[in-house]
């Protein structure tokens, strides 16, 4: 079983959203030094890298990060290819292109592309909130893409976010795959346990169906 890792290395070097913490890896115990074992800390925000969004991330009365239901993380799921486009727009969500019955779809876009640039990108395809709005009417439970926000960069209202995450959806973000072709899949995503958490970083694979 072939497996793809579609998950941001965390480093200091890595993009983060413009306004989120920065990523600090400080060691503060190493064997070179006499110590008994290497131990470092770590600080970032909730939504550094590969992250998940419960709905809680926008909807104060929203379930929170720890307590998604395990049966939404992983599963099967649609990768779906929307290239050189700005946004994602409803007529790239039709029922030819995502089939009814699909619960999980990861969008891969010219996204993938940036994360080999040196700087955070404003520019990164968005997915449209009427686009979002068809896909929840179709019972979808996860929608991945393939950078750090599914909304426009400083969006007016954050639609697509309030659409989603109003809806009980959750919002799989900081995604690669660039090295991912389109198809179904088996989903595997587990965000950190934090405890009332608005997001969490997360590892997620794709493994290769039979």
Same mark, same amino acid.
């Given at each position: 079983?072939?497996?793809?890792?579609?998950?941001?290395?965390?480093?200091? $070097?890595?993009?983060?959203? $413009?306004?989120?913490?920065? =990523?600090?890896?400080?060691?503060?115990?190493?064997?070179?030094?006499?110590?008994?074992?290497?131990?470092?800390?770590?600080?970032?925000?909730?939504?550094?890298?590969?992250?998940?969004?419960?709905?809680?991330?926008?909807?104060?009365?929203?379930?929170?990060?720890?307590?998604?239901?395990?049966?939404?993380?992983?599963?099967?799921?649609?990768?779906?290819?929307?290239?050189?486009?700005?946004?994602?727009?409803?007529?790239? =969500?039709?029922?030819?292109?995502?089939?009814?019955?699909?619960?999980?779809?990861?969008?891969?876009?010219?996204?993938?592309?940036?994360?080999?640039?040196?700087?955070?990108?404003?520019?990164?395809?968005?997915?449209? $909130?009427?686009?979002?709005?068809?896909?929840?009417?179709?019972?979808?439970?996860?929608?991945?893409?393939?950078?750090? $926000?599914?909304?426009?960069?400083?969006?007016?209202?954050?639609?697509?976010?309030?659409?989603?995450?109003?809806?009980?959806?959750?919002?799989?973000?900081?995604?690669?795959?660039?090295?991912?072709?389109?198809?179904?899949?088996?989903? =595997?995503?587990?965000?950190?346990?934090?405890?009332?958490?608005?997001?969490?970083?997360?590892?997620?694979?794709?493994?290769?169906?039979?």
């Amino acid at each position: 079983m072939k497996i793809h890792d579609i998950s941001i290395a965390i480093s200091p $070097s890595m993009h983060v959203y $413009s306004g989120d913490p920065g =990523v600090e890896i400080v060691p503060v115990s190493r064997i070179t030094d006499g110590k008994g074992a290497n131990v470092s800390a770590i600080h970032m925000g909730t939504h550094t890298g590969t992250h998940v969004d419960p709905p809680f991330h926008f909807v104060s009365s929203g379930v929170t990060v720890d307590c998604l239901p395990l049966e939404t993380l992983i599963g099967e799921c649609l990768v779906c290819e929307v290239q050189d486009v700005p946004v994602i727009l409803r007529q790239h =969500v039709t029922e030819e292109v995502i089939p009814l019955g699909t619960e999980r779809i990861l969008f891969k876009t010219r996204n993938s592309a940036l994360w080999q640039e040196k700087e955070f990108r404003n520019d990164f395809t968005y997915l449209d $909130s009427g686009a979002a709005e068809a896909l929840v009417d179709r019972g979808v439970k996860l929608i991945g893409i393939d950078y750090l $926000s599914i909304d426009q960069f400083k969006s007016d209202g954050h639609r697509t976010h309030l659409k989603l995450l109003g809806s009980g959806v959750v919002v799989l973000e900081g995604l690669d795959l660039s090295n991912v072709s389109v198809g179904t899949y088996t989903l =595997v995503c587990l965000p950190l346990k934090i405890q009332g958490g608005d997001g969490a970083p997360a590892r997620a694979v794709l493994m290769e169906r039979p």
